[in-house]
């Protein structure tokens, strides 16, 4: 069967153009399908984390970068800027003045030219800056950013609490090898002795 193209000259079908409006094989129809269901938990996720981008609001815009000027300020340790962030987007979504508290500790701070935290932090606000820096400094050394026991943990073997004796006490855990030894296969059980 030979068609006219638009120019009006005379052009074989081909098996290379697929063809609109003819039937659809079960193949087609199979891909489209699949496709159909990847798009579906993408579009739910995506929606989620606007939804948790919308819940957290104007808070959410606070700097890692700024967040851990803070805690430098406030605890006089080597931190991880990895477990900073962590923490950061964890009390973002808790503390609404957060990002004031932040500017509020750096400013107070280098007005007292503070190289540790005991020489400015009599001079924190009481309220909420005070109760600010006592989260931060509460969550470097304890892994999670208050003790209730539904807390959100953003560290555990970078805790700071485990530090001063990490060379001599291992750190608490399930494993019978040590701390985050999860690889090694356990060994099978034995039967169980019968009386």
């Not at 094989?25 to 399908?33: D, F, P, W």
């Not at 340790?77 to 979504?93: D, Q, V």
């Not at 400015?120 to 509460?138: N, R």
Request: proline share 8%; hydrophobic share 45%.
């Amino acid at each position: 069967m030979i068609r006219k193209d638009i120019a009006g000259s005379d052009v074989a079908p081909s098996e290379d153009i697929p063809r609109i409006g003819g039937p659809t094989s079960r193949r087609r129809l199979l891909k489209a399908g699949v496709c159909a269901l990847a798009v579906i938990p993408l579009h739910a996720s995506m929606l989620s984390m606007a939804n948790v981008a919308v819940a957290r609001g104007p808070s959410a815009a606070v700097s890692a970068e700024k967040f851990m000027t803070a805690s430098r300020l406030l605890v006089q340790h080597r931190l991880s800027p990895g477990i900073g962030a962590r923490m950061a987007g964890i009390l973002s979504a808790r503390v609404a003045t957060l990002d004031t508290d932040l500017d509020a500790i750096i400013a107070i701070a280098k007005q007292k030219q503070a190289k540790a935290v005991e020489d400015f932090f009599e001079a924190l606000p009481d309220g909420h800056v005070k109760e600010t820096a006592h989260q931060i400094i509460f969550g470097w050394y304890a892994g999670v950013v208050d003790d209730s026991p539904n807390a959100e943990v953003f560290a555990y073997e970078e805790a700071l609490m485990y530090q001063p004796t990490r060379d001599a006490i291992p750190i608490p855990t399930y494993s019978l090898d040590g701390p985050d030894d999860w690889t090694n296969i356990d060994p099978p059980l034995a039967a169980m002795p019968e009386f």
